[in-house]
């Protein structure tokens, strides 16, 4: 009886507070709904959204308020209510939105309206962005989202985790988000309603802490860019009355339709020059497409602010297409004006007939802007705006920019959170769930009872696997040896470690290793936020990894210890042992990539010399911007021969002996011992931060690189027989042309100021390339150049120069830009005193099933055709690294 009486008691009041506001469905006057209309209550500052129904809830207090009702296409309705102990119902019809068009004579010297208008956006945009000082508002986030299409292989593992084209994944929750000026954003997340923790991870806070008023957002180039107009033509829609505001719709069209651009509308505020409405698309990362949509509005007469957001995103990662949408609502905004701008600017541009009227006294006391503290309407032209802001924010530079600090973000969620209850959640939720979004909540809450009770098997089973099987001497495993999680060890899995060239034939490397974490110890007088942590490795640790590697065609072990101690900010390590190295380490030539074009193609790229050694290395990063690496190395050096010619398939060639082919005679090195030795250094000058959650991260808005290196060879010490000095210098950078496409920029200049004694694999070397596959970086190797051609060891210059268009060939057709095709022209450069000036010129097409890249070369010998080539290869970041290499410490 007593928890029946609870039970009515809390219906009871569920029914109070829920009978107190009001509610209702927004129509078209064409009789159509409108989900997702914009409401807004003045007296609250609170705005909300109708669901994919139309239908709307508002809680409110006793009292009187003004609602407005938004949609576009429509005329905005205001509706005036009485809220007492009771439910309004309260149904709004929006009439459609009538435009004023021009009545200007279009001629064939006229420009659009769109213009003029834009350029006074844009130069108004940094006002805007510090015109606000300070501001807090409550944020509520509803996302929802599913699966689309799953392939065949992957249906049964999807299913186990609850996954499907059916379920619908939902998540709400509720933050207090803050902003200062300068980039300082701040969310606490006070309660989270999700079909499971983990489902809380995509979250579209990266919008809505954005602004349309920076040059880009979310790696997307605003419209209200200082470069926009490089990217995209505007046209004017018309204009519309909103209450006393006139209100201009700009249709923005990019220059060239491709991803990181937006397409789609937007509407401002004349006089103000403020955003009212935003209508965009576009596409990001990996394809995915975006849609936003936002409603702005003048909070208490101060600055217009966004108060409704919707983020519609669909895509396919991997073949697993998927959908979602997010619903955001702003209210209770607090903001803070910065007191050192005026409240109003009126901006003059070339294309106002007023523009003539401007005198010298108002250009003065527009000169004066960062001083003024006059409340009335200063008057400026658009193109001095911009200067007149950028004067504004040198003269208040803080201790942020100093330090290169271009943003704080402090996240962090309540530990009350994910505690609330539907009850708590019937009365916060300003969006009223849909018919299919009660559904979905319902049916996830039983497939994660299920999953639970699968994944405390799957803990049973990783306790097993974590033991030692007799199985794991040929697959592999890693066993810990002490309670405290620090002390491992390790067997490689050798299957990862089997290949083939022509002078071991198959080889093996089996290896075994031991590897104890150690603490790492941080200087606890500093601040988080004062150090730049992300150059200091996570782990500390200490390694000793022996390898046996075994010959089939020589029938001989061989083998190596590698002994490696990682701080924090780099590491030591040393090896000693007999192995086989390539005459270019760079690699010249990847080993699995040589394994097949060995086995298949009847082609051995790869020169192996053996070699009894010891080496010595040594990294340490002083900074994100400064860094270097050094080392000592003792060879005993030793030619070696083919042994097999073993292949799958006969294509009537000649498997090459295994010694470099240059230009030039190359002196026996058999017997040879070298002691070696090189130090490098780079640096990166235009490396910016953020502090996230306090912590100092490195955000690189520009990738100019600097490096120096030095390589000598020490005669007669060890009985060493090489005597060499080598110096090189190089600089690498990529420059943005806007519509015009990128430009990525690497060259290498080195000399040899003493060449008495080298072996050949001291001479400089240079990334050639003879197989049609390749995982080069294109900004930093040749595409047909052959791999020992034009070694050197004199004076050489080396330079790539990548192009990406925005549109070139193929991507004129908008639909290949959106499938992520990328176009690009490169041309290589390589000088020695015997390449005849070397040079390469291409063509790349790039972003071929979302992993590959097809190039067509041709090259040049002091400006002689001499032949061209065909290479496939893997998509890359320009101007990044990549590598298929297992690393000794892995």
Do not use: C
């Not at 810990?480 to 490397?509: M, Q, W």
Request: proline share 3%; hydrophobic share 35%.
């Amino acid at each position: 009886m007593k928890k029946l009486f609870t039970t009515f008691l809390l219906l009871g009041l569920i029914f109070q507070i829920k009978a107190q506001g009001v509610r209702g469905v927004v129509y078209g006057d064409d009789g159509e709904i409108l989900p997702f209309a914009t409401i807004y209550v003045e007296e609250t500052g609170s705005g909300t959204s109708t669901n994919q129904e139309a239908y709307y809830e508002l809680q409110l207090k006793e009292g009187n308020y003004t609602l407005q009702f938004k949609f576009v296409g429509y005329e905005t309705v205001r509706k005036d209510i009485t809220v007492k102990n009771e439910n309004i119902r309260l149904d709004v019809i929006l009439p459609k939105q009538s435009l004023l068009l021009d009545e200007v004579t279009t001629t064939a010297k006229a420009t659009d309206p769109a213009n003029w208008m834009m350029r006074k956006a844009i130069a108004k945009s940094s006002y805007h962005r510090q015109q606000i000082d300070a501001y807090s508002a409550t944020v509520y986030v509803k996302g929802k989202g599913r699966v689309t299409d799953i392939p065949f292989y992957l249906t049964s593992m999807l299913k186990k985790e609850g996954i499907d084209t059916e379920t619908m994944i939902i998540t709400e929750s509720v933050s207090e988000v803050s902003y200062r000026r300068p980039n300082q954003f701040s969310e606490k997340v006070i309660s989270v309603y999700a079909s499971k923790k983990t489902d809380f991870n995509a979250n579209p806070m990266r919008f809505i802490a954005g602004s349309f008023y920076q040059d880009e957002i979310a790696s997307v180039i605003s419209p209200l860019s200082s470069k926009a107009f490089r990217y995209y033509r505007f046209k004017h829609l018309g204009a519309f009355m909103d209450g006393e505001y006139l209100i201009n719709k700009i249709k923005v069209i990019p220059k060239v339709p491709a991803p990181n651009v937006f397409e789609g509308e937007i509407q401002l505020v004349e006089e103000d020059w403020a955003l009212f409405r935003v209508d965009l698309d576009a596409q990001i990362e990996l394809g995915i497409q975006v849609r936003i949509q936002q409603v702005y509005q003048n909070i208490n007469e101060l600055a217009w602010m966004p108060i409704t957001h919707q983020f519609d995103v669909d895509g396919k990662l991997m073949g697993v297409g998927f959908e979602g949408k997010y619903l955001a609502s702003m209210s209770k905004y607090n903001i803070e004006l910065n007191p050192a701008l005026p409240r109003n600017i009126k901006i003059l541009d070339k294309d106002d007939a007023e523009q003539g009227k401007m005198t010298e006294d108002i250009i003065e006391e527009a000169n004066e802007l960062v001083k003024t503290e006059k409340k009335e309407k200063v008057v400026v032209k658009s193109e001095d705006l911009a200067d007149i802001m950028n004067d504004y924010k040198k003269s208040q530079q803080d201790s942020l920019a100093k330090q290169d600090i271009i943003g704080i973000y402090d996240y962090k969620v309540d530990s009350s959170a994910f505690n609330q209850d539907s009850n708590f959640w019937a009365q916060i939720r300003p969006i009223p769930l849909s018919k299919d979004e009660t559904r979905g909540y319902a049916k996830i809450d039983s497939l994660n009872t299920l999953i639970e009770e699968d994944l405390s098997k799957d803990s049973v089973k990783s306790v097993k696997k974590s033991s030692f099987q007799i199985t794991d001497i040929l697959v592999g495993g890693n066993y810990r040896l002490d309670s405290a999680s620090k002390l491992y060890f390790k067997i490689y899995n050798p299957f990862l470690n089997i290949h083939y060239n022509t002078v071991e034939g198959f080889n093996i490397d089996y290896s075994i290793g031991l590897k104890k974490f150690i603490p790492i110890k941080f200087d606890t007088t500093l601040k988080k936020d004062e150090v730049d942590r992300s150059y200091f490795y996570r782990n500390s640790y200490a390694l000793l990894k022996p390898t046996v590697r075994y010959s089939v065609a020589r029938n001989k072990f061989i083998g190596k210890v590698l002994a490696k101690y990682q701080f924090k900010t780099g590491d030591i390590s040393f090896r000693i042992g007999r192995y086989v190295d390539q005459f270019n380490d760079a690699p010249a030539v990847i080993p699995l990539l040589n394994t097949s074009f060995s086995t298949i193609w009847e082609q051995n790229f790869m020169k192996l010399y053996e070699k009894d050694f010891m080496k010595l290395n040594y990294e340490r990063r002083f900074s994100t911007k400064l860094g270097m690496s050094a080392e000592l190395e003792y060879e005993e050096r030793k030619r070696l021969n083919n042994n097999t010619d073993f292949k799958t398939i006969d294509w009537k060639r000649e498997f090459t002996p295994n010694f470099p082919v240059n230009i030039n005679p190359i002196d026996d090195f058999d017997g040879q011992t070298a002691l070696t030795a090189n130090v490098k250094f780079y640096y990166k000058p235009f490396v910016k931060y953020v502090i996230r959650n306090g912590i100092k991260r490195p955000v690189t808005q520009r990738p100019t690189r600097f490096t120096l290196e030095y390589y000598k060879g020490f005669k007669n010490l060890a009985g060493s027989d090489v005597d060499f000095d080598r110096l090189v210098v190089g600089y690498k950078d990529e420059f943005d042309f806007g519509a015009k496409g990128k430009t990525y920029f690497n060259t290498n200049i080195g000399a040899f100021l003493n060449n008495k004694n080298l072996g050949f694999m001291d001479y400089a070397h240079f990334p050639g390339n003879r197989a049609f596959i390749t995982q080069n970086d294109p900004v930093e190797s040749f595409r047909l150049l052959d791999y020992y051609r034009f070694s050197t060891d004199q004076f050489y210059a080396q330079n790539f120069i990548f192009h990406r268009f925005r549109k070139f060939l193929v991507t004129q057709i908008p639909a290949t830009r959106f499938l992520g095709l990328k176009e690009g022209a490169f041309l290589n450069y390589l000088y020695t005193p015997d390449s005849n000036n070397y040079t390469e010129l291409g063509y790349s097409l790039d972003g071929i099933l979302k992993f590959f890249r097809i190039e067509v070369a041709t090259q040049y010998e002091n400006m002689q055709y001499k032949g061209w080539g065909v290479r496939v290869g893997i998509s890359t970041s320009l101007g990044g690294n990549i590598s298929v290499n297992v690393q000794d410490d892995e």
